[in-house]
C-alpha cells in the first residue's frame, strides 16, 4: 500500500512539472493538488491525468462536473460495448482482421510463415511499418527499411513477437505539409444507434519533426476539426495544453486550415462503423489524395482529448447517447 501511495505522489509531482512548471512542485504546492486529486476523483471520477490535462483545478465545481472523466469513459465503454467486445479490440491483428477490407494496403502478420515469406514483403515495399501487437499510444512502432539493413537481423526479431509488417501510407500532400515525417491521421469517435451512426467529434492529429507517429502521448499535436466544414477552428494543443496556432517544426497555419476531403471522410468513417461490431468507437483515418484508409479502430474514447481546451465537458452529450441507446434495445 505504501508503494501505492508513493507511487500515486510521485505521478502527480511529475504531472505538475509540465502543467504549472518547475518551481510548482513543493511541499505545500503537491499537498494541495494531491487533496485536489482526490476530491475530484470522489465528486467526478476523476483521474490524475483528467485533473491535470483537463485542468480541473482551476476551474470551480459548476463547470467540473460538466465533463466526461475517464471513470465515465470506462463505465460508458463497457456498457454499450461489452468487455468481450472491448478488450478484443485492444488485439491489432484481430482489428485488422475484422475490417481488413477498409486497410487498402498489404499487411503481414508476425511471426511470420518463413524467412522468404518476410524478406519479399520487406522487399516488394521498400519500407515497412512494423506494429507491435497489443501496443497503445504509440508504442512499438518503427519504420523499417530493406536498403542497408540486415533483414535477417529484423526476421529474428520478427519471428519471437505477435505484430504487424504494414505497408506505408501515403497521405493527401495537403495534409503532409503540417508534417511530412509522419502520418497525419484523423481520429474519429462514433457510435451507432440502430442504422444511424453518429459522428461525436473529430481532431486532426499532427506528429512532430522527426517523429514517425502522431499521437500526442509521444509529443504531437492534435486540434478539433468542425464536423460540418473539416476545418480546425481554432488552434491545435500538445498533451500540456500548450497552443500552437502554427504547427512549430513547419511553419504552417493550423487554425483555419481545411481537411481536404471531408465529405469522403465521413462517409469512409460511417461505412466502417457500420461494418464494425462495436457501438462506440474511435476510428484514425488517414487521407490519401484520392481516398481514404483505415489505419485502426480502438474501442476507446479519449475522455481528455475530445475535451482539452473546451470551456465546458461532454458528459452530457454521452449521457444522452448512452439514454438513446438503450431505448433503441426496447
Known amino acids: 500500500m505504501l508503494i501505492k501511495i508513493k ?15 518547475e518551481e510548482s512542485v513543493r511541499p505545500v504546492s503537491v499537498i494541495k493538488h494531491c487533496i485536489g486529486v482526490v476530491k475530484c476523483r470522489i465528486l467526478y471520477g476523476s483521474g490524475i491525468d483528467d485533473y491535470f490535462e483537463l485542468r480541473l483545478f482551476e476551474k470551480k465545481h459548476s463547470v467540473r ?15 454499450v460495448n461489452g468487455i468481450e467486445n472491448s478488450l478484443k479490440f485492444c488485439d491489432k491483428i484481430y482489428m485488422y482482421q475484422v475490417l481488413g477490407r477498409f486497410l487498402k494496403r498489404e499487411q503481414l502478420f508476425c511471426p511470420p510463415q518463413s524467412f ?5 514483403f520487406i522487399r516488394r515495399h521498400g519500407t515497412v511499418i512494423y506494429k507491435k501487437n497489443n501496443s497503445y499510444n504509440g ?15 529484423l526476421y529474428e526479431i520478427a519471428r519471437n513477437e505477435s505484430a504487424i509488417l504494414d505497408e506505408p501510407v501515403i497521405q493527401h500532400p ?27 467529434a473529430a481532431e486532426l492529429r499532427m506528429g512532430r519533426a522527426g517523429q514517425l507517429i502522431d499521437n500526442i502521448e509521444k509529443g504531437g499535436l492534435y ?8 476545418a480546425i477552428p481554432d488552434a491545435a494543443y500538445d498533451l500540456w495544453r500548450n497552443k500552437y496556432t502554427v504547427h512549430p517544426d513547419t511553419g504552417v497555419e ?3 486550415f481545411i481537411l481536404p476531403n471531408w465529405a469522403e471522410v465521413l462517409r469512409f468513417t ?5 461494418a464494425c461490431p462495436l457501438v462506440a468507437a474511435e476510428w484514425d483515418i488517414a487521407v490519401r489524395e484520392n481516398d481514404c484508409v483505415l489505419i485502426e479502430a480502438n474501442a476507446n474514447v479519449r475522455n481528455c482529448e475530445i475535451q482539452m481546451g473546451a470551456s465546458h465537458g461532454r458528459k452530457k452529450q454521452f449521457k444522452d447517447l448512452e439514454k438513446l441507446y438503450f431505448q433503441s434495445l426496447s
Open 7 to 21: 507511487s500515486w505522489i510521485e505521478k502527480v509531482k511529475y504531472l505538475m512539472v509540465p502543467t504549472l512548471g
Open 65 to 79: 462536473k460538466t465533463y466526461f472523466t475517464s471513470k465515465d469513459a470506462r463505465r460508458f465503454l463497457f456498457l
Open 116 to 120: 522468404n515469406e518476410f524478406e519479399e
Open 139 to 153: 508504442t512499438g512502432i518503427e519504420r523499417w527499411s530493406a536498403n542497408g539493413t540486415d533483414i535477417r537481423k
Open 174 to 200: 495537403d495534409i503532409a505539409r503540417l508534417n511530412p515525417d509522419s502520418v497525419n491521421t484523423v481520429r474519429i469517435y462514433t457510435m451507432k444507434i440502430k442504422d444511424t451512426c453518429h459522428i461525436i
Open 223 to 230: 486540434a478539433a476539426v468542425d464536423l460540418n466544414t473539416g
Open 254 to 256: 493550423i487554425a483555419g
Open 270 to 274: 460511417e461505412e466502417c462503423a457500420h
